[in-house]
């Protein structure tokens, strides 16, 4: 069963910019989740996603939003860069999400913002 | 917001076990207690879950007391292969309804020495 797909890899962007990074779940896997991780923050939790529905929400500004598909695929939006977006945002899908917490990951995707 | 507090890191000889706790007094009340690993480059993997008292897989244990506000995760007989960073990670009460901010700890480096 093929894993966790994130798109694209790498990214470089410019202060004021936007940027949408894209997430394949798991086959069947009906929820999708965010996280952000820094090396100061750590890994922080930016939504949850469940049946095309934002289900769970971290505390990151409105800039941050995302959205999932009737195929469960899942993107994540950010408006307005600042410098200090530049992170690995990590995907991870899980089967129903809730309370239970079994998730696999994607690689991530490294942005920069200059 | 639940505050989770891991060890910052942790040393290890091969073939010895290895307990890493995790502090987490505002779990939310019907919210599973799970670990993951995580190597440079790569999204986390998941390890165990638990809810209450003792679960063991192949690769780890998790102790659980009753007031669920730790957890301990104890992996036997280490390897080099297990230098890594590890996470717990607890969905937080937050008031009522099904909302939940998910919080990873800070993470633990253990470092496994020949």
């Known amino acids: 069963k093929a894993g966790v797909t994130q798109t694209p890899r790498y990214l470089i962007k410019t202060r004021g910019q936007q940027v949408t990074l894209s997430c394949s779940p798991i086959?069947?896997?009906?929820?999708v989740s965010w996280y952000q991780q820094t090396p100061g923050q750590g890994l922080q939790f930016l939504f949850e996603?469940?049946?095309?529905?934002?289900?769970n929400k971290g505390n990151f500004p409105g800039r941050f939003s995302g959205r999932q598909f009737s195929n469960s695929r899942s993107e994540m939006n950010v408006s307005t860069l600042e410098l200090g977006d530049s992170a690995l945002y990590l995907c991870?899908?899980?089967?129903?999400?809730?309370?239970?917490?079994?998730?696999?990951f994607g690689p991530g995707t490294r942005l920069t913002v200059t | 917001l639940a505050k989770t507090t891991q060890p910052i890191s942790m040393d290890s000889y091969e073939g010895q076990e290895v307990n890493i706790t995790c502090s987490h007094n505002?779990?939310?009340?019907?919210?599973?207690i799970t670990w993951y690993q995580q190597f440079p480059s790569q999204g986390p993997r998941f390890i165990i879950q638990g809810y209450k008292t003792k679960v063991t897989n192949e690769v780890a244990s998790l102790f659980i007391p009753a007031d669920r506000k730790s957890s301990t995760l104890s992996l036997p007989r280490v390897s080099l292969s297990d230098t890594a960073v590890y996470y717990c990670l607890v969905g937080d009460r937050r008031g009522s309804g099904s909302a939940r901010q998910l919080t990873f700890g800070s993470g633990t480096q253990l470092t496994v020495l020949p």
């Open positions: 086959s069947g896997h009906r929820s």
């Open positions: 996603y469940f049946s095309e529905t934002q289900r």
């Open positions: 505002n779990i939310a009340t019907n919210d599973y």
């Open positions: 991870a899908s899980s089967l129903l999400g809730g309370t239970s917490y079994e998730q696999y």
